[in-house]
């Protein structure tokens, strides 16, 4: 099927390039740059030693420790409740293999697979069919290889490809929708195991606890499949940067630009890229921000967007010895800068099985028809306070009080607090010198950056001229005399506040909040009959005290 895509008498360029294989990060690589593709792949430059490459070593060792864990139970035939001491066991062996240091990062790890195993508490062997399953894909005249991690029987005629990620940030429904790997996947379980006919995708997102669940339809596959092939010709022959108007029967020019992106701080060849140190070294000129210029405006915008992520990059670079160094140091004074380590906000969740299944057993008991489990999963997608704090306030209308606050205790129980890496603080010892302005002016001339704003925005001309000012009263106009004071002269007494509306249950209040409290309160009068006003008692009565009234 996928072999027919594309037909075999397409006009395709020289090749200056065959891949031995394609598989999804040779893909991937040449989708966000084709000049990092080049140095990886064809030129295969190696990089330099000693890049920062923190998050993908602590993803893959997340990902070591769960493989080991199942391969233990599909080797055992274990089927229960997974053993958290054994994870954390080979979690502590993946960290010693790994080079990783700290221990905000260690301690982040294990928070992380314990609530796995809160998240995905039980196991059954004999469901697992495969882990680490090695695919070869013919796709065309390339062959397709990978491994996936693993994959479960759902059903007789369903299978669940999971694959773990670490990413901090979740994905959208957008982008798990066309996710090329998981697609890859699904044309090469269709080959593996045949007789299943559905397919299900599943992201098990180990820094948020939940499963992020998609579907690929026959179409979209095949439509995956002519993306591969394509791709897959283009990056042997690179990308044609002929000049637009070029004559017609001129020779095509093909090569493999630089393509800055927000993963270029992330990059192993970033230091031998061009693109890469002309976006450290400046940024655009001054862009006016009018109305004309909005699509100047946006393009500086994005630009600017990816130059802060590469220079975040380098920040945290220079950053790592800094944070070793404080490792046995409360504070560090460098230079006119003291630095130290502070706590950062740690963030909450709710492990996402336990919190479903309450509000699952709330949804059955109450039999709310607007509130059915799936209504619950689209409102409550990623189980943070907020999301689960507005879908129980809008259930109090429903449930009773009782039960609503008893359900809220439960899933208070179940709440997990994650503590933040610390942040690294940096304040200058003494106040702001003329040496430090003119530093500041020194590397601004470097970067070529201008010191004033990048975007600047004109000020508003009128259409209209201004009303004219308010003529102040002439010194001459006499002054108002007060009423009631003796030298005639007026003192600009404030006016007293107008009195509230009492309710004989006690509610005080003003215009609008009247009208809403007579439709609730029984007690209320109707409008215009008089209400009792809360006077102060006379002398001599009873509520009024002996020595008062004496």
């Not at 996936?148 to 759902?154: P, Q």
């Not at 020779?251 to 970033?270: Q, W």
């Not at 800094?322 to 740690?346: C, H, Q």
């Not at 039999?367 to 704090?389: M, N, S």
Request: a negative charge; one cysteine or more; hydrophobic letters at 35%.
């Amino acid at each position: 099927m996928t072999e027919q895509l594309v037909p075999p008498d397409a006009l395709v360029p020289v090749r200056r390039y065959v891949n031995s294989h394609l598989s999804v990060s040779r893909l991937k690589r040449f989708e966000q740059c084709p000049r990092s593709f080049e140095q990886h792949y064809v030129l295969k430059v190696k990089p330099p030693e000693g890049l920062e490459t923190i998050a993908l070593d602590f993803g893959t060792m997340l990902h070591e420790a769960l493989e080991s864990l199942f391969k233990w139970v599909v080797a055992e035939e274990y089927s229960g409740r997974l053993p958290e001491d054994m994870l954390l066991e080979f979690y502590r062996t993946a960290w010693t293999k790994s080079g990783l240091s700290g221990a905000p990062l260690y301690q982040e790890g294990l928070s992380i697979l314990r609530a796995y195993i809160r998240n995905h508490p039980d196991v059954d062997a004999y469901r697992i069919l495969g882990l680490e399953t090695e695919f070869n894909l013919s796709i065309g005249e390339f062959t397709v290889n990978g491994y996936i991690d693993r994959v479960d029987k759902v059903d007789d005629e369903t299978v669940a490809i999971i694959d773990y990620k670490s990413n901090r940030v979740l994905f959208t429904k957008e982008e798990i929708d066309v996710d090329l790997q998981m697609s890859i996947y699904a044309l090469a379980a269709r080959e593996l195991w045949p007789w299943a006919k559905k397919v299900q995708f599943v992201f098990h997102m180990l820094r948020h606890g939940i499963p992020l669940v998609t579907e690929r339809t026959v179409e979209q596959l095949e439509d995956a499949a002519s993306y591969v092939l394509a791709t897959g010709r283009q990056s042997e022959t690179g990308l044609d940067i002929t000049a637009h108007d070029a004559p017609e029967d001129a020779p095509r020019v093909y090569a493999y630009p630089p393509k800055l992106n927000s993963n270029c701080a992330y990059c192993d060849h970033r230091y031998t890229c061009d693109a890469y140190k002309d976006a450290l070294a400046r940024l655009d000129p001054i862009v006016v921000a009018t109305p004309e210029a909005l699509e100047d405006v946006a393009r500086l915008r994005e630009k600017i967007f990816i130059a802060i992520k590469i220079l975040e990059g380098k920040k945290r670079e220079l950053e790592a010895p800094i944070r070793a160094a404080l490792e046995n140091a409360d504070e560090i004074t460098l230079g006119e800068v003291s630095y130290k380590l502070v706590p950062w906000t740690s963030s909450t969740t709710y492990p996402y099985a336990e919190t479903m299944a309450l509000l699952d057993k709330m949804v059955d008991e109450e039999g709310l028809p607007a509130f059915d489990p799936e209504f619950i999963r689209q409102r409550v997608t990623y189980i943070d306070p907020k999301a689960l704090e507005k879908f129980l306030d809008d259930a109090v209308a429903r449930v009773p009080r009782a039960k609503l606050t008893l359900l809220r205790l439960e899933i208070d129980a179940l709440k997990v607090t994650t503590p933040g890496a610390p942040r690294l603080n940096a304040h200058a010892i003494k106040g702001p010198s003329k040496a430090a302005a003119t530093r500041e002016k020194e590397v601004r001339a470097e970067l070529g950056m201008p010191a004033e704003s990048l975007v600047v925005v004109p000020p508003v001309v009128a259409h209209e001229p201004p009303p004219a000012p308010k003529q102040a009263k002439a010194e001459s106009e006499p002054k108002r005399e007060g009423k009631g004071e003796p030298d005639g002269k007026w003192k600009g007494r404030e006016k007293k506040p107008k009195a509230p509306w009492n309710c004989p249950c006690g509610f005080k209040g003003y215009g609008v909040e009247i009208t809403k409290h007579r439709e609730a309160c029984s007690q209320a009068p109707a409008k215009g009959e008089r209400t009792v006003p809360q006077t102060r008692a006379k002398k001599g009565s009873a509520e009024q005290p002996q020595e008062a009234a004496s």
